[in-house]
């Protein structure tokens, strides 16, 4: 897509850090943005911020992405606002900080809902209305954990990687619809995705402050991911890496599949023996 003048794009996660960031980044090239969270308090920010740099429409959806009923009625709702859609930004997710077997079932629940169901849905219930567009395009986030497995993230590693390979395929089965499709796989972000876990996750708390803190300190700015989608987009790429850890992680497990796994191993014994 080579113009986002006027387009339609919906974000949903939209209420802080890379969602946040994409917003402000496709306001800037022109489109209008229909905005989608579950924290209403979060959604108004960003929609405040929005205002101050775009005269276009903004809209905001108060949904659970995990709601499958709400996500089905959702498309209807922004088309009636917006006239159409024309980009799908399925980026809403969650992690939760636990060794598969300190897992709830309620946890599994909690990051596959939002992480894999909520991108299925997203994708499902958009595709007819993208379909109606002479072009079009879906970004699915995705992750560095997406290429790794990695300690502590079982789920939300199954999540990512469900994610790419969804992705791959959607990007080959709507080709012929004028619908791209790219995934995107972060490394570290400054964003507020790991003090959310610590609140939400009762267990390894101090492990995942800890984490938050260096997420923090040595985290790239989302702003600086959402230029390299903007990019992206234009250019229809299958897959953006954004940050140096990113590009490492998935060079070093296509150089070293098996190997590479070994200081991760290395680092969760030495986390379990203390
Ligand atoms: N921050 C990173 O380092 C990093 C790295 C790789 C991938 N990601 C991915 O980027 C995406 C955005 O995460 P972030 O880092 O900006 O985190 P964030 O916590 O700053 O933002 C996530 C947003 O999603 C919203 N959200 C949570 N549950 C929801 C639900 N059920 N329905 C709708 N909205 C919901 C939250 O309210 C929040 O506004 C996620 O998919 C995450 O997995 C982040």
Not at 196 to 217: F, I, P, Q, V
Request: proline share 3%; charged share 20%; net charge positive.
């Amino acid at each position: 897509m080579k113009s986002f003048h006027n387009k339609v794009a919906v974000i949903t996660g939209a209420g802080s850090g890379i969602g946040r960031a994409l917003a402000c980044a496709f306001a800037e090239q022109g489109c209008q943005l229909a905005l989608v969270d579950v924290n209403a308090a979060a959604l108004q920010e960003t929609a405040d911020t929005l205002a101050r740099i775009t005269d276009k429409r903004i809209s905001t959806h108060l949904c659970d992405v995990a709601d499958r009923e709400a996500m089905k009625a959702l498309p209807a709702t922004i088309e009636q606002q917006h006239g159409a859609i024309h980009l799908l930004f399925n980026n809403a997710g969650v992690t939760i900080n636990k060794t598969f077997e300190q897992n709830t079932e309620a946890d599994i629940d909690f990051v596959m809902g939002i992480n894999l169901w909520g991108v299925l849905y997203g994708c499902y219930y958009f595709l007819p209305y993208l379909k109606k567009q002479d072009e079009a395009h879906i970004i699915n986030t995705s992750s560095l954990a997406g290429y790794l497995g990695m300690p502590n993230q079982s789920t939300y590693c199954l999540t990512k990687a469900a994610v790419k390979s969804l992705s791959e395929t959607l990007r080959v089965e709507l080709a012929h619809y004028q619908i791209g499709v790219t995934s995107i796989h972060p490394g570290t972000i400054r964003t507020n995705i790991l003090r959310s876990a610590a609140g939400k996750s009762g267990s390894n708390m101090a492990t995942t402050n800890k984490l938050a803190g260096l997420m923090e300190r040595y985290g790239m700015p989302p702003e600086k991911l959402a230029k390299k989608v903007v990019h992206a987009v234009q250019k229809n790429k299958m897959q953006v890496r954004v940050g140096f850890d990113s590009y490492l992680g998935d060079w070093l497990k296509r150089l070293f599949p098996s190997a590479i796994h070994r200081p991760f191993q290395w680092g969760f014994g030495k986390s379990i023996a203390k």
